[in-house]
């Protein structure tokens, strides 16, 4: 299964119960940066288009920033004789290791400048605990420990979510899964998203998973108003 595969759902009319989740639109994730998804640029003037939708309703919008320690150890300088995209396994670490990125502090790790986050309802920094990664919005990689975002989702009465940003196989992807998990709807802006494609059958991986979820696949063309 390959993204051009992919059965989109119909129009969607944004509601009341909605949030809009924009995954890490960071310097470090675009070309230039430190771990570029190729074209990852290219989806920031639709991804702004869609936060004044979603602004204008006054519907929740949240950013996610990766948040590294400059120790971390998802990074492969962390580990002896190891590169970037080396296979690991470990506690909270891995499928692949990466190279340093979105370092606490620095213009990497800052969000992209052209990108509208003054809209933001909340910015949810993730991945700040050294030896856990966090590629989910909603749960970090050990799988036990959450970041808060579900239960301020829930708080609020939010019911579905639409999500977007990089990168289409792993952050946007694992936070889908653990949306669906949390009961979330959840949508996939697939049009606003591109892949780290690493390893790889990463994508076709991703997409199977999701649509076991039951997660539906949506341009954002195909939001509309309410």
Request: aromatic share 10%; glycine share 8%.
């Amino acid at each position: 299964m390959e993204i051009q595969d992919i059965r989109l759902e119909g129009l969607v009319r944004i509601g009341p119960n909605d949030a809009l989740i924009v995954i890490d639109m960071q310097n470090d994730f675009l070309p230039g940066g430190r771990l570029p998804v190729a074209e990852g640029d290219t989806i920031i003037p639709g991804i702004n288009l869609l936060l004044e939708k979603f602004r204008t309703k006054d519907i929740p919008i949240i950013f996610t920033q990766d948040w590294h320690p400059k120790d971390h150890l998802s990074f492969a300088s962390m580990h002896e004789g190891k590169s970037p995209y080396d296979p690991i396994t470990g506690h909270g670490i891995g499928p692949i290791l990466w190279p340093d990125h979105c370092v606490q502090g620095t213009e990497g790790a800052n969000f992209a400048p052209r990108l509208n986050t003054v809209y933001a309802t909340m910015i949810l920094r993730k991945g700040h605990h050294q030896t856990i990664d966090s590629y989910s919005a909603f749960l970090e990689n050990d799988k036990e420990t959450e970041t808060g975002l579900q239960s301020f989702l829930k708080s609020i009465g939010v019911k579905r979510v639409y999500l977007c940003g990089l990168a289409l196989d792993y952050c946007v992807f694992y936070s889908a899964i653990d949306a669906r998990n949390f009961e979330f709807e959840v949508y996939y802006i697939i049009d606003l998203t591109k892949p780290v494609n690493s390893p790889e059958n990463s994508v076709a991986t991703a997409i199977s998973k999701m649509k076991e979820k039951r997660v539906f696949f949506i341009r954002s063309d195909q939001i509309l108003d309410y």
